[in-house]
């Protein structure tokens, strides 16, 4: 028999009424103390205790990223699948869900990608960096498509490193 060994950690949640709908995974890269200083820095903590209180709107909006294909009460279904069976756990409507997105807006969000914003390979990594510029990637299905005019045509011939196809 093989000795086995036993791997323990410690992962912080919220106590009480905020820690339905946190994601465990989501609570790891965006830790909720940086959720709280973002909501608090935009204006946008909640004025009174509520079963879904902007700490849980911000994971929902970021898990609604992770699910685009499937409505709010799914989402909402992935997001605290984990919690089954405790009793604190909020089932909000739809409309609830709509209303805590509304409620949350966009400012916190944006604030918070700004936080967690970057490269996640080192600055030595080769292809990361082409001069003084980062590097990056898009898909270019969903790229914008510009009209075929001499004043664009002008404009985009000018680009050093890039091109143009009319």
């Known amino acids: 028999m093989r000795d086995q060994f036993v791997i323990s950690r410690v992962v912080r949640v ?35 205790l509520r079963e879904l209180p902007s700490r849980v709107g911000v994971y929902f909006l970021l898990a609604m990223c992770l699910f685009p294909e499937v409505g709010y009460r799914l989402v909402w279904d992935k997001m605290t699948s984990a919690l ?29 990608f700004e936080v967690v914003c970057g490269p996640l390979a080192q600055p030595v990594t080769p292809g990361v960096r082409f001069g003084r510029y980062r590097t990056v990637s898009f898909d270019g299905c969903s790229s914008l498509k510009v009209p075929d005019t001499g004043r664009n045509r002008a404009w985009l011939d ?9």
């Open 14 to 48: 919220a106590a009480g009424v905020f820690a339905p709908g946190h994601l465990g995974e989501l609570t790891q890269v965006v830790p909720f103390e940086l959720v709280d200083a973002v909501l608090a820095e935009t204006g946008r903590v909640q004025h009174r």
């Open 84 to 112: 089954a069976g405790l009793p604190a756990v909020a089932s909000p409507t739809a409309k609830a869900l709509r209303d805590l997105r509304r409620r949350v807006g966009a400012a916190p969000m944006r604030a918070l």
């Open 158 to 166: 000018r680009l050093a490193h890039g091109g143009y196809t009319g």
